[in-house]
């Protein structure tokens, strides 16, 4: 089965730098392939696709041998792979008479990860086996630490370095992870997922809802006041953003750690979990009204959906390479 492992990163100062230029650079590249599709098809009529991209790619690299070019050729790829299954996402929600949901220049608080599609390719998972700590190695970045708390089984497939706030974690996932069956317990259950508890069984247990975000609700408005009284721009409101994040993150890992925990002792104590059928899709169209008469947030008319198809917009590739040293704002 596959798995994925998540381990945060120690970078050093510089190292810091380097992975914070190799997103901005992965998401130039994103944008100018953005402008690339829509100048294309809007001057031309001409729908590019993956593949077209991906054959320029050699050229730009050659363009930008201090840009570009000096990050692996496969995880370019993948940024351009990113951009192509947004735009089928595109257009299945189009033929399906959804919202449509053009695919979007990226800002830069809007792209946070990098992906290596093979292990040794551009990256290498324990890149020196024989140092007691673990560490990994990017192309253009170098040898990185990382804080290895559980060991990883099966056969390291992808590598993906993310950006949470001022923390860096690389995320691996693992092909043939060999299963681990969990001794019967010979227990079986109905579960009621809510709010006031977390989980309510049918024998009458309920796991408490901790309430992260009540917890923290003091800390995060003193947090939220300073922020609103700094000047945008300013070093001192960069300095408030991150504290702002760094308490809302805390929340969510406390969050992500009490779900774990919650599920882990079902799963062990219980072989058989039956639970209730959640329409979320439901629930949502009927946010302001009912089922059968659903509110504003109703799927849109036809109508709607065609006028989104004349906003597509669409320049060639290689006349969107100015815009790999000119970042686009969202």
């Given at each position: 089965?596959?798995?994925?492992?998540?381990?945060?990163?120690?970078?050093?100062?510089?190292?810091?730098?380097?992975?914070?230029?190799?997103?901005?650079?992965?998401?130039?590249?994103?944008?100018?392939?953005?402008?690339?599709?829509?100048?294309?098809?809007?001057?031309?009529?001409?729908?590019?696709?993956?593949?077209?991209?991906?054959?320029?790619?050699?050229?730009?690299?050659?363009?930008?041998?201090?840009?570009?070019?000096?990050?692996?050729?496969?995880?370019?790829?993948?940024?351009?792979?990113?951009?192509?299954?947004?735009?089928?996402?595109?257009?299945?929600?189009?033929?399906?008479?959804?919202?449509?949901?053009?695919?979007?220049?990226?800002?830069?608080?809007?792209?946070?990860?990098?992906?290596?599609?093979?292990?040794g390719d551009g990256a290498r998972w324990n890149s020196t086996p024989d140092d007691a700590v673990t560490r990994v190695r990017l192309q253009g970045i170098g040898h990185v630490r990382v804080h290895q708390h559980?060991?990883?089984?099966?056969?390291?497939?992808?590598?993906?370095?993310?950006?949470?706030?001022?923390?860096?974690?690389v995320i691996l996932a693992c092909d043939e992870v060999p299963a681990e069956p969990l001794p019967a317990a010979g227990g079986v259950a109905g579960i009621d997922l809510g709010v006031a508890s977390l989980v309510t069984t049918s024998g009458g247990e309920r796991v408490a809802?901790?309430?992260?975000?009540?917890?923290?609700?003091?800390?995060?408005?003193?947090?939220?006041?300073?922020?609103?009284?700094?000047?945008?721009?300013?070093?001192?409101?960069?300095?408030?953003?991150?504290?702002?994040?760094?308490?809302?993150?805390?929340?969510?890992?406390?969050?992500?750690?009490?779900?774990?925990?919650?599920?882990?002792?079902?799963?062990?104590?219980?072989?058989?979990?039956?639970?209730?059928?959640?329409?979320?899709?439901?629930?949502?169209?009927?946010?302001?009204?009912?089922?059968?008469?659903?509110?504003?947030?109703?799927?849109?008319?036809?109508?709607?959906?065609?006028?989104?198809?004349?906003?597509?917009?669409?320049?060639?590739?290689?006349?969107?390479?100015?815009?790999?040293?000119?970042?686009?704002?969202?």
């Amino acid at each position: 089965m596959r798995r994925s492992y998540k381990f945060l990163l120690r970078p050093t100062a510089g190292q810091a730098v380097a992975l914070a230029q190799c997103v901005e650079d992965h998401r130039q590249l994103y944008n100018a392939a953005v402008e690339h599709r829509r100048t294309a098809y809007r001057k031309a009529g001409v729908t590019v696709r993956y593949g077209d991209q991906s054959a320029e790619l050699k050229d730009i690299r050659a363009d930008d041998p201090g840009g570009q070019g000096r990050w692996s050729f496969s995880s370019q790829q993948a940024t351009l792979r990113r951009l192509d299954r947004a735009f089928a996402a595109f257009f299945r929600r189009v033929k399906a008479r959804d919202k449509p949901g053009y695919p979007r220049f990226k800002g830069r608080g809007w792209f946070d990860t990098v992906e290596w599609p093979k292990d040794g390719d551009g990256a290498r998972w324990n890149s020196t086996p024989d140092d007691a700590v673990t560490r990994v190695r990017l192309q253009g970045i170098g040898h990185v630490r990382v804080h290895q708390h559980r060991p990883v089984k099966g056969r390291v497939k992808t590598i993906s370095v993310k950006r949470e706030g001022s923390r860096w974690y690389v995320i691996l996932a693992c092909d043939e992870v060999p299963a681990e069956p969990l001794p019967a317990a010979g227990g079986v259950a109905g579960i009621d997922l809510g709010v006031a508890s977390l989980v309510t069984t049918s024998g009458g247990e309920r796991v408490a809802n901790p309430r992260h975000l009540a917890a923290s609700a003091d800390r995060l408005a003193i947090a939220q006041r300073d922020l609103a009284r700094k000047k945008r721009g300013s070093k001192r409101r960069r300095k408030a953003v991150a504290r702002v994040a760094a308490l809302h993150a805390k929340v969510r890992r406390q969050r992500l750690d009490g779900a774990h925990k919650a599920a882990l002792a079902l799963v062990v104590g219980y072989d058989v979990i039956a639970h209730e059928d959640l329409r979320i899709a439901n629930m949502t169209r009927s946010a302001s009204g009912t089922i059968e008469q659903p509110g504003k947030t109703s799927p849109p008319s036809p109508d709607s959906t065609e006028a989104s198809w004349m906003r597509v917009g669409g320049c060639s590739w290689r006349s969107c390479r100015a815009r790999l040293k000119a970042p686009v704002e969202s």
